[in-house]
Protein backbone atom coordinates (compact mmCIF):
# COMPACT_ATOMS: atom_id res chain seq x y z
CA UNK A 1 0.00 0.00 0.00
CA UNK A 2 1.05 3.77 -0.39
CA UNK A 3 1.60 6.76 1.67
CA UNK A 4 -2.37 7.22 1.56
CA UNK A 5 -3.44 3.95 2.72
CA UNK A 6 -6.89 5.30 3.40
CA UNK A 7 -7.03 5.97 0.09
CA UNK A 8 -5.89 2.19 -1.05
CA UNK A 9 -8.15 0.54 1.19
CA UNK A 10 -11.06 2.29 -0.32
CA UNK A 11 -9.73 1.85 -4.08
CA UNK A 12 -9.35 -1.98 -2.94
CA UNK A 13 -13.37 -2.05 -1.40
CA UNK A 14 -14.19 -0.13 -4.36
CA UNK A 15 -12.43 -2.60 -6.79
CA UNK A 16 -13.62 -5.65 -4.89
CA UNK A 17 -16.71 -4.98 -3.55
CA UNK A 18 -18.95 -6.74 -6.75
CA UNK A 19 -16.76 -9.78 -7.08
CA UNK A 20 -16.05 -10.58 -3.23
CA UNK A 21 -20.09 -10.06 -3.20
CA UNK A 22 -21.04 -12.32 -5.56
CA UNK A 23 -18.62 -14.87 -4.31
CA UNK A 24 -20.39 -14.86 -0.99
CA UNK A 25 -23.91 -14.39 -2.48
CA UNK A 26 -23.31 -17.97 -4.44
CA UNK A 27 -22.70 -19.73 -1.13
CA UNK A 28 -24.98 -17.67 1.40
CA UNK A 29 -28.53 -17.99 0.92
CA UNK A 30 -29.58 -15.12 3.11
CA UNK A 31 -29.14 -11.72 1.99
CA UNK A 32 -28.48 -10.27 4.88
CA UNK A 33 -25.77 -12.76 6.09
CA UNK A 34 -23.95 -12.29 3.03
CA UNK A 35 -23.59 -8.62 3.36
CA UNK A 36 -22.95 -9.38 7.17
CA UNK A 37 -19.66 -11.47 5.88
CA UNK A 38 -19.23 -8.73 3.42
CA UNK A 39 -18.54 -6.50 5.90
CA UNK A 40 -16.68 -8.25 8.09
CA UNK A 41 -14.34 -8.85 5.28
CA UNK A 42 -13.80 -5.22 4.56
CA UNK A 43 -13.62 -4.34 8.60
CA UNK A 44 -10.65 -7.33 9.07
CA UNK A 45 -8.89 -5.74 6.17
CA UNK A 46 -8.74 -2.15 8.22
CA UNK A 47 -8.07 -3.96 11.62
CA UNK A 48 -5.45 -5.35 9.44
CA UNK A 49 -4.12 -1.58 8.45
CA UNK A 50 -4.21 -0.33 11.57
CA UNK A 51 -2.64 -3.14 13.37
CA UNK A 52 -0.13 -2.90 10.80
CA UNK A 53 0.03 -6.32 9.17
CA UNK A 54 0.68 -5.75 5.98
CA UNK A 55 -1.59 -7.74 3.57
CA UNK A 56 -0.09 -9.02 0.21
CA UNK A 57 -2.47 -9.57 -2.38
CA UNK A 58 -5.06 -8.33 -1.25
CA UNK A 59 -7.65 -9.86 -3.76
CA UNK A 60 -6.84 -13.30 -2.80
CA UNK A 61 -6.77 -12.67 1.05
CA UNK A 62 -10.11 -10.83 0.74
CA UNK A 63 -11.37 -13.97 -0.61
CA UNK A 64 -9.58 -16.46 1.77
CA UNK A 65 -11.43 -14.58 4.82
CA UNK A 66 -14.74 -14.22 3.02
CA UNK A 67 -14.41 -18.15 2.56
CA UNK A 68 -13.11 -18.72 6.13
CA UNK A 69 -16.32 -16.30 7.27
CA UNK A 70 -18.56 -18.36 5.15
CA UNK A 71 -17.62 -21.69 7.20
CA UNK A 72 -17.67 -19.63 10.57
CA UNK A 73 -21.46 -18.84 9.41
CA UNK A 74 -22.24 -22.93 8.38
CA UNK A 75 -20.89 -23.96 11.86
CA UNK A 76 -23.04 -21.43 13.63
CA UNK A 77 -26.01 -22.40 12.05
CA UNK A 78 -25.39 -26.12 12.03
CA UNK A 79 -24.93 -25.98 15.77
CA UNK A 80 -28.05 -23.55 16.42
CA UNK A 81 -29.57 -26.05 13.88
CA UNK A 82 -29.63 -28.77 16.17
CA UNK A 83 -26.25 -30.01 15.47
CA UNK A 84 -26.69 -31.06 11.89
CA UNK A 85 -24.39 -33.62 11.00
CA UNK A 86 -23.26 -35.58 7.83
CA UNK A 87 -23.02 -39.35 7.45
CA UNK A 88 -19.79 -40.91 8.64
CA UNK A 89 -17.64 -41.89 5.07
CA UNK A 90 -17.22 -45.66 6.68
CA UNK A 91 -20.73 -46.73 5.17
CA UNK A 92 -22.02 -47.71 9.24
CA UNK A 93 -24.46 -45.22 9.25
CA UNK A 94 -22.80 -44.04 12.31
CA UNK A 95 -23.10 -39.85 11.91
CA UNK A 96 -20.05 -37.71 12.42
CA UNK A 97 -20.29 -33.53 12.80
CA UNK A 98 -18.42 -32.52 9.56
CA UNK A 99 -16.27 -30.83 11.17
CA UNK A 100 -14.17 -33.92 12.33
CA UNK A 101 -13.57 -34.73 8.89
CA UNK A 102 -11.16 -32.37 8.43
CA UNK A 103 -7.80 -31.59 10.09
CA UNK A 104 -7.50 -29.72 13.21
CA UNK A 105 -5.93 -26.23 12.92
CA UNK A 106 -4.53 -26.58 16.26
CA UNK A 107 -2.52 -29.56 14.80
CA UNK A 108 -0.24 -27.04 13.28
CA UNK A 109 0.63 -25.48 10.04
CA UNK A 110 1.20 -28.85 8.07
CA UNK A 111 -2.89 -29.41 9.43
CA UNK A 112 -3.88 -26.01 7.96
CA UNK A 113 -2.64 -26.22 5.02
CA UNK A 114 -4.28 -29.87 4.17
CA UNK A 115 -7.37 -28.16 5.59
CA UNK A 116 -7.20 -24.95 3.59
CA UNK A 117 -6.44 -27.62 0.51
CA UNK A 118 -9.54 -29.64 1.21
CA UNK A 119 -11.75 -26.74 1.64
CA UNK A 120 -10.29 -25.44 -2.06
CA UNK A 121 -10.91 -28.80 -3.27
CA UNK A 122 -14.50 -29.35 -1.94
CA UNK A 123 -15.26 -25.48 -2.91
CA UNK A 124 -14.14 -26.51 -6.64
CA UNK A 125 -16.00 -29.90 -6.78
CA UNK A 126 -19.26 -28.50 -5.28
CA UNK A 127 -19.08 -25.84 -8.46
CA UNK A 128 -18.14 -28.11 -10.58
CA UNK A 129 -21.98 -30.11 -9.84
CA UNK A 130 -25.40 -29.77 -11.66
CA UNK A 131 -26.54 -26.26 -10.16
CA UNK A 132 -29.64 -28.26 -8.60
CA UNK A 133 -27.52 -31.13 -7.49
CA UNK A 134 -25.13 -28.70 -5.18
CA UNK A 135 -28.38 -26.94 -3.93
CA UNK A 136 -29.39 -29.61 -2.68
CA UNK A 137 -26.28 -30.87 -1.11
CA UNK A 138 -25.09 -27.59 0.02
CA UNK A 139 -28.69 -27.14 1.74
CA UNK A 140 -28.85 -30.15 3.44
CA UNK A 141 -25.36 -30.77 4.24
CA UNK A 142 -23.87 -27.49 5.10
CA UNK A 143 -26.74 -25.09 5.94
CA UNK A 144 -28.68 -27.84 8.13
CA UNK A 145 -32.42 -28.00 6.42
CA UNK A 146 -34.48 -31.07 6.12
CA UNK A 147 -35.52 -32.11 2.74
CA UNK A 148 -38.98 -31.63 3.89
CA UNK A 149 -38.70 -27.84 4.71
CA UNK A 150 -36.49 -27.54 0.88
CA UNK A 151 -39.68 -29.43 -0.41
CA UNK A 152 -41.89 -27.24 0.74
CA UNK A 153 -39.94 -23.64 -0.19
CA UNK A 154 -38.75 -25.25 -3.60
CA UNK A 155 -42.09 -27.35 -4.62
CA UNK A 156 -39.76 -30.42 -5.15
CA UNK A 157 -40.50 -33.51 -4.41
CA UNK A 158 -38.58 -35.00 -1.07
CA UNK A 159 -37.96 -37.82 -3.29
CA UNK A 160 -36.25 -35.74 -5.93
CA UNK A 161 -33.92 -33.68 -3.44
CA UNK A 162 -32.89 -36.95 -1.82
CA UNK A 163 -31.91 -38.07 -5.56
CA UNK A 164 -30.22 -34.69 -6.56
CA UNK A 165 -28.21 -34.98 -2.97
CA UNK A 166 -27.32 -38.80 -3.58
CA UNK A 167 -25.80 -37.65 -7.24
CA UNK A 168 -24.39 -35.27 -5.71
CA UNK A 169 -22.66 -37.27 -3.03
CA UNK A 170 -21.69 -40.10 -5.51
CA UNK A 171 -19.78 -37.27 -7.59
CA UNK A 172 -18.10 -35.24 -4.74
CA UNK A 173 -16.66 -38.88 -3.57
CA UNK A 174 -15.31 -39.60 -6.90
CA UNK A 175 -14.05 -36.33 -7.47
CA UNK A 176 -12.34 -35.95 -4.05
CA UNK A 177 -11.14 -39.51 -3.79
CA UNK A 178 -7.65 -38.98 -5.00
CA UNK A 179 -7.17 -35.67 -2.44
CA UNK A 180 -8.45 -38.25 0.66
CA UNK A 181 -5.71 -40.54 -0.29
CA UNK A 182 -3.26 -38.04 -0.91
CA UNK A 183 -4.16 -36.63 3.41
CA UNK A 184 -5.56 -39.55 5.03
CA UNK A 185 -4.19 -42.88 4.06
Keep these: MTAEPEQDISAVIRRERGRLRNFIRKRVANESDAEEI ?3 VFSELV ?9 EQVGAWLFRVARNRIIDLFRKTKTEARGVEAPNPDGKGDLVDLEEL ?3 LEMGPEAAYARSVLLDELEAALEELPPAQRDA ?3 HELEGRSFK ?17 HYAVLFLRQRLQAIYDEYFE
Excluded at 47 to 55: A, D, F, K, T
Excluded at 154 to 163: E, I, K, P, Y
Design 137 to 139: FVA
Design 47 to 55: ESYWLMRPV
Design 102 to 104: LPS
Design 38 to 40: LQE
Design 149 to 165: ELAKETGVSVNTLLSRK
